[in-house]
């Protein structure tokens, strides 16, 4: 009887530590869920409600969206986990570049620090 209980409880942690690694979402999650159908809603709930190791700098963004998930999904990605890389002039591009919307681009930039320099331009009659 004892050890079929200390088995039973072993086994019980086992699934609980298996399930409590299993909320945690990365980008790579996203991909599957979007590539398995499952809805814009389902899915920005989860990013909403649970841990996760997702990342937002420019090249994670990009790559989220070459792979097909969408942007609304995306943003909420934005929303749950900030990039601390400050957006620049290149990033900009990159992400225009990759078919990202405009207001998408100009939400991004209303959340995320940016790093722009100015050059200055003289002109000689």
């Known amino acids: 009887m004892g050890k079929s209980l200390l088995l039973y409880v072993l086994c019980l942690l ?3 530590g298996t399930l409590s690694a299993q909320t945690t979402l990365t980008n790579s999650d996203l991909v599957k869920m979007s590539k398995a159908g499952l809805s814009e809603d389902f899915i920005t709930n989860l990013i909403d409600t649970q841990g996760s190791r997702l990342a937002s700098d420019p090249s994670a963004l990009i790559s989220l969206k ?23 002039s290149d990033s ?5 570049q990759a078919g990202f919307s405009d207001g998408f681009v100009i939400n991004l930039l209303d959340a995320q620090p940016s790093k722009f320099t100015v050059v200055a331009v003289s002109f000689k009659d």
């Open 92 to 96: 900009v591009l990159r992400l225009v």
């Open 14 to 16: 086992i699934a609980l």
């Open 66 to 88: 070459k792979e097909g998930v969408n942007e609304r999904i995306i943003s909420a990605v934005v929303r749950k986990a900030p990039s601390r890389e400050p957006l620049n």
